[in-house]
């Protein structure tokens, strides 16, 4: 178990719909990555917020936005669902968010139908 | 994102040996470089990581070579074991950036 947490493990909805993701990082972790993991692209990073900014983007949609609270819990919100975006999303969490250990939460599996 | 290849897409090695995955990198800027195992449904899971000042670290029966000249690094394991069947990813990143991986190894270790 590495401390980070996500909710929810499996969420199935429709096109055009929109789901947000959620994730509690490791106590004492200030950095939050997001990441996508599919057959065709792989594991690809989304987008890090560091204490509440954001620090990084990755390949992330105009679709898909994020934010990170003061408790520092994340929130990755995904709108206008395409059936390509059906994927396995990941939190990670590190303490500076610079060239430290990434640890990853289980996973949100979305299924867009 | 500059890309990381990753190789062989898969292996099978039996119990006791040692496997072999390797990585090459292109931005010469990346200075931080782990590897990440996975098993069916759960997250990556950090193995062992190394930054280019040193060519070799070793946890466990865990070990990365690292060749900056060469931009590669690879991971052996040592006396491999059924329960490391799983999915290995190598990974790079630079300053604050996220991780580019690679696209994974498939490894396999036959009893």
């Known amino acids: 178990d590495s401390g980070v947490t996500q909710t929810p493990k499996h969420l199935i909805t429709a096109t055009g719909q929109r789901v947000t993701l959620r994730c509690s990082p490791r106590s004492g972790d200030l950095s939050v990555y997001w990441y996508q993991q599919s057959l065709d692209q792989g594991l690809q990073f989304l987008i890090q917020y560091y204490n509440g900014e954001e620090r990084a983007k990755g390949n992330i949609l105009e679709r898909f936005s994020a934010q990170q609270f003061p408790d520092l819990h994340s929130e990755l919100n995904l709108s206008s669902l395409e059936l390509g975006d059906s994927a396995l999303y990941f939190c990670?969490?590190?303490?500076?968010?610079?060239?430290?250990?990434?640890?990853f939460g289980p996973g949100t599996r979305l299924t867009v139908t | 994102q500059q890309q990381v290849k990753q190789s062989p897409q898969s292996l099978i090695v039996q119990k006791g040996g040692i496997p072999i995955i390797n990585c090459a990198y292109e931005?010469?800027?990346?200075?931080?470089f782990p590897w990440y195992q996975q098993f069916p449904g759960k997250g990556p899971a950090l193995l062992i990581a190394i930054r280019p000042d040193v060519s070799e670290k070793k946890e466990g029966r865990f070990t990365i070579s690292f060749n900056k000249s060469a931009k590669q690094f690879s991971l052996h394991i040592m006396d491999s074991q059924p329960g490391d069947s799983a999915t290995y990813f190598c990974a790079a990143s630079w300053g604050a950036d996220g991780l580019t991986f690679g696209k994974g190894t498939h490894l396999i270790i036959q009893p």
């Open positions: 931005n010469t800027a990346f200075d931080y």
């Open positions: 990670a969490s590190s303490v500076s968010g610079t060239r430290d250990e990434q640890y």
